[in-house]
T-cell receptor, first 115, second 115 residues
């Protein structure tokens, strides 16, 4: 079974631009979550989608948004990029349950550099 | 609110010696707890998880962790370190509630293995 895939793997943008990152979950997984990883803040939860609906959102400004399609693929968008948005963005997928023991499977991430 | 604290940001061991990575948790109820590993330029991989069954949990690659409620700890151990264990390790507490699911990560412990 193929794992979680993320595209592109690397991106370089300039301040003020916008960017869209894509995530394809493991087949059969309907929950997709996004995390931001930076050296200073560590791993922080961005949002979670299930059946095309955002179920939860972390403490990030409105410039960060996402969506999920009917095939469970997800995209996240960051508008008006700032230097501090430079990070590794990780996508994770899991089965649809809300149980606390659900395993999230992570993709390799998209490395975003904002100049 | 649930949280985890990883007590060491960096641990260095010699190849063949034991590994101990420390994690304390804070929760108002008995939590589930996970350990994830991240190799350089890779995504996160689940090592093991505690879900209120056996308190001693065995994971992949010879790692194990013991849930100790009296000490609010979930330390990760391995009897003998290999060079391939060099990576960053994250103690994680999952949260599910109000129709959502997310992971809260510790700050991470970078493990170096000296040949």
């Amino acid at each position: 079974k193929a794992g979680v895939t993320q595209t592109p793997r690397y991106l370089i943008k300039t301040r003020g631009q916008q960017v869209t990152l894509s995530c394809s979950p493991i087949s059969g997984h309907r929950s997709v979550s996004w995390y931001q990883q930076t050296p200073g803040q560590g791993l922080q939860f961005l949002f979670e989608y299930f059946s095309e609906t955002q179920r939860n959102k972390g403490n990030f400004p409105g410039r960060f948004s996402g969506r999920q399609f009917s095939n469970s693929r997800s995209e996240m968008n960051v508008s008006t990029l700032e230097l501090g948005d430079s990070a590794l963005y990780l996508c994770a997928s899991s089965l649809p349950g809300l149980a606390r023991q659900d395993t999230q499977y992570f993709g390799p991430g998209t490395r975003l550099t904002v100049l | 609110a649930q949280s985890v604290t990883q007590l060491d940001s960096h641990v260095s061991v010699s190849e063949g010696t034991p590994v101990l990575l420390r994690c304390n948790y804070s929760s108002s109820y008995s939590p589930s707890l996970f350990w994830y590993v991240q190799h350089p330029n890779k995504g996160l991989q689940l090592l093991l998880k505690y879900t209120s069954a056996a308190t001693l949990v065995k994971g992949i690659n010879g790692f194990e962790a013991e849930f100790k409620k009296s000490e609010t700890s979930f330390h990760l151990t391995k009897p003998s370190a290999h060079m391939s264990d060099a990576a960053e390790y994250f103690c994680v507490v999952p949260y599910s509630g109000a129709g959502s699911y997310q992971l809260t990560f510790g700050k991470g412990t970078k493990l170096s293995v000296i040949p």
